[in-house]
């Protein structure tokens, strides 16, 4: 079985009225999530979603994981 993600882009918007599956992974990434309702051209309502990365936050998360030897940071089983 294949999982399709979508890829998106910081700043970008997206609909997420319909289910759909996002994909993150424990590098420390942060982001600021935004959401607006829109009317579509087909005059059903939309919800759309943006994620913008916080460079302060993922900054402070990583030194966070990196002290604790977590997420990317964690010795690796051979």
Do not use: P
């Not at 890829?7 to 600021?32: F, K």
Request: net charge positive; proline share 0%.
């Amino acid at each position: 079985m294949t999982d399709k993600y979508n890829q998106t882009y910081d700043g970008e918007w997206i609909d997420v009225t319909d289910s759909a599956l996002i994909s993150c992974c424990d590098c420390g990434l942060v982001h600021n999530r935004e959401h607006r309702i829109i009317q579509s051209e087909d005059e059903n309502l939309r919800i759309i979603r943006r994620y913008v990365i916080d460079n302060r936050a993922t900054a402070a998360r990583r030194r966070s994981l990196k002290a604790r030897k977590e997420g990317i940071f964690a010795k690796r089983r051979k």
